[in-house]
């Protein structure tokens, strides 16, 4: 491109490639730069062919199409995460388990009130020292990181739990099913080997209550261990055997310890024989035995 105004005492060349007039290829072609009202003026204009509402309606069908495609499959993404959250949580209820701090037992069986209802006769609510002492006399199993039971568990697998906690205790109720008496033939039909109780309020203060419930499951013993927000530590499961555990394998059980409270124990026997019909029962614990 040669200069618009010259300057006649200098050489004559090209403002770009500094050639002279003889090889100077020609002027350079300008390039249009379009502005601010060109591309709005090609915008307004109307397509050549075709329908402009249709170009619009065209264009609108494409990027709704790409808009659902992609939450299409962002959805998809969502409901597989959902669906797998769901199976875990199915897992996680058919194999739910919870702890209890101690499972002990009250040794002393139940007896049958005047009124034909089957009946604690020591009924008093362990309390730590108590609850210390069954674990020593192998009369509670304890597990300072709790025992871990199954809710779903059956009857008979709750029963082998418990068989395996207390292997001498079971294998002795199990031996008076053939010894029974004709006046206990009745209680052998309708109460188990063992009951599961529960600590309730009552007009003489928190007493063991026997749970209506003689085949208890996982979910039984879930719902009678406590209040659902306490932890394993504050959880316990009472059961009491039906027929009193002899004196003989209350011995075995302490290592062949005399028990404490002997005594009393057989005084309060002989007191609710003569107030009952059948099943005697009592507690061992620190203090003295008692019959209602």
């Known amino acids: 491109m040669l200069p618009n105004n010259p300057d006649p005492e200098k050489p004559l060349r090209c403002i770009e490639c500094l050639h002279g007039p003889s090889l100077h290829c020609g002027p350079m072609a300008e390039e249009k730069e379009d502005s601010v009202d060109d591309i709005l003026r090609s915008l307004m204009k109307k397509p050549k062919s075709g329908n402009q509402s249709q170009a619009f309606k065209d264009a609108h069908q494409e990027s709704e199409a790409g808009l659902t495609k992609k939450?299409?499959?962002?959805?998809g993404i969502g409901k597989a995460k959902q669906k797998g959250k769901g199976k875990a949580r199915l897992a996680n209820k058919s194999s739910a388990t919870f702890k209890v701090l101690v499972i002990i037992v009250n040794p002393e069986g139940v007896y049958y009130d005047s009124n034909g209802n089957v009946q604690l006769v020591e009924d008093r609510v362990p309390d730590k020292i108590a609850i210390q002492l069954a674990v020593k006399e192998g009369l509670a199993h304890q597990d300072d990181n709790g025992t871990e039971l199954q809710m779903d568990w059956s009857y008979e697998e709750v029963n082998d739990a418990f068989r395996e906690f207390f292997p001498e205790i079971f294998d002795y109720l199990d031996s008076k099913l053939d010894d029974r008496s004709d006046s206990d033939e009745d209680a052998v039909a309708v109460l188990p080997a063992w009951?599961?109780?529960?600590?309730?309020?009552?007009?003489?203060g928190r007493r063991l209550m026997i749970v209506p419930n003689f085949a208890p499951t996982g979910n039984t013993l879930y719902f009678n261990k406590g209040t659902s927000k306490a932890g394993y530590s504050e959880s316990f499961i009472f059961i009491a055997t039906r027929?009193?555990?002899?004196?003989?394998?209350l011995r075995s059980l302490r290592g062949g310890q005399n028990i404490p409270f002997q005594r009393s124990r057989d005084k309060s026997r002989d007191k609710c024989k003569g107030s009952s019909t059948s099943l005697c029962a009592g507690l061992v614990t620190d203090s003295q035995c008692r019959c209602r």
């Open 71 to 75: 939450f299409k499959e962002s959805a």
């Open 195 to 204: 009951l599961l109780c529960l600590p309730s309020k009552t007009p003489k």
């Open 243 to 249: 027929d009193p555990l002899p004196d003989s394998l």
